[in-house]
């Protein structure tokens, strides 16, 4: 079977660098890890795979990309590293923008001391950690899609899940399709003013089930009003948007 993936975490913690050069604490420890396929040097792999071809992708962008990160004690760290989200494991790796090794150090943050996080692609798309609304989900991401702290926000939670070919699935196997697949289950929530966010699905007469009573009158006009519009994010947003005026 075929790796194109591996990471791993030594035990040893390091402290995040907060300058070009030289380190120094800022508030949440790295661990050092590697993205490199194979299992030399005491490498583990996370996945392997059935296929030549994977289908969709593990990590949010395909790349380490710009961002921020603001820690538990509120420290905001930007501009020194770069950030690649692992949609599967819900983790954060991290690189240096002063490491310019064809192969630079790669590092994986520890997401308990991290509040939230920004990636920076064709916009900026900011992630709070799940136990910021919910203190039981230690685990997970919201990525922030409309945010009001006296109001109601808008948080999008997708967990992927890898998928291997099924060799007895007789219809893609007659059309060639013999790929592995990373599967995205994307499910949207509401939050009124930071509390426990309340799902929110695409059925019209559900919606106003994830606000306070109060709204009901409000969301069930808005939905009236957009009766012909596409049920999509756009649309939630635009709906959050609405409950908040």
Known sequence: ????????????????????????SVGFNLKQASLRGGVNGGYQTIQTYSSENVKGSQFFYPGFKDGSVTTT??????????????????????????????????LLAEKQQIRSFTITTDREHTF?????????????FYEVLKKDDSGYSLLKLVKTTFVKMNMRDIEKVKSGDLSDEF??????????RSGKPQEITFKKKNMANAF??????????????????????????????????
């Open 128 to 140: 709070v950690a799940a136990r910021v609304y919910d203190p039981a989900n230690t685990n997970d």
């Open 73 to 106: 004690n509120n420290e905001r760290i930007t501009g020194l590293y770069r950030f690649l989200f692992d949609k599967v494991r819900q983790e954060l790796f991290i690189t240096s923008n002063s490491d310019t090794r064809p192969e630079p150090e790669v």
């Open 183 to 192: 599967v995205d289950k994307v499910t949207y929530y509401v939050s009124y």
């Open 212 to 245: 306070q009573a109060d709204k009901k009158a409000s969301i069930d006009n808005y939905v009236d009003n957009h009766f012909n519009d596409d049920v999509n994010e756009n649309y939630l947003i635009n709906l959050v948007a609405s409950a908040n005026n």
């Open 1 to 24: 079977m075929k790796t194109l993936l591996s990471i791993c975490c030594v035990l040893l913690l390091v402290p995040a660098t907060y300058a070009q050069t030289g380190p120094a």
